[in-house]
């Protein structure tokens, strides 16, 4: 279920968050030959996966037709914090979710289970936990709202690129160097060294399979 959006976007964002520190953040560094500098913190982007920020309940639970919708609910308003200092990053991100319902007499009570999952290079979980949010429908009302949090920690140590790949990727180039128009990524070891050092916090709801397929192909 992960897997998928996570190569997707560490295949976007890996060459910005490979470079690192010489100019200030999001700078042209027209001289060095880098290109845009950003300075890399070790603190985990917080996304919600492909398929996973919405879910809808059906009563009956084993007819997807739409007259029998019961509850859809979605994650929305998703913030994230970060400590970097020290030698554990601790990341968090907060979120509300948002459910209707089709039929709003009487009071009710819905309970939704949501997940976060500690992703390292884009393909390995290396923590996840699961959560439960309730929301309370009361009578009459066809909304209602609640708020959701995960956490996670990170070794510094490990978020922290080598000595010598921070070098290639940093380095200088002018015109006339025989590597001046090479991408240091396209370099295997360099790019298996930026994906190991990179890690995402995932938040989304945890789907059965049913209800992913649901989503995935609605």
Avoid: W
Wanted: glycine share 8%; with cysteine.
């Amino acid at each position: 279920m992960v897997n998928g959006r996570v190569k997707k976007m560490i295949l976007a964002a890996v060459t910005v968050l490979a470079v690192s520190g010489c100019a200030r953040d999001g700078a042209l560094d027209v001289s060095s030959g880098v290109g845009v500098s950003v300075t890399r913190t070790g603190c985990p982007p917080v996304a919600v996966p492909d398929h996973t920020g919405d879910v809808t309940i059906f009563s009956p639970v084993n007819s997807t037709d739409a007259n029998a919708i019961d509850v859809v609910a979605n994650i929305t308003n998703v913030r994230s914090t970060c400590n970097s200092e020290g030698a554990r990053i601790y990341s968090e991100a907060t979120f509300d979710i948002r459910a209707s319902r089709t039929r709003t007499n009487g009071a009710r009570t819905v309970t939704i289970p949501y997940f976060s999952t500690v992703v390292q290079g884009g393909t390995a979980v290396v923590a996840k936990r699961v959560k439960n949010v309730t929301l309370q429908f009361a009578d009459g009302q066809y909304l209602a709202t609640a708020s959701g949090k995960a956490g996670s920690y990170i070794d510094a140590s490990a978020a922290r690129l080598p000595e010598d790949v921070i070098e290639r990727l940093t380095r200088r180039r002018k015109a006339g160097d025989p590597d001046a128009a090479l991408d240091p990524l396209a370099d295997p070891a360099i790019k298996s060294a930026v994906a190991r050092s990179s890690f995402e916090l995932l938040i989304g709801f945890q789907l059965t399979q049913a209800q992913l397929q649901y989503n995935a192909t609605r």
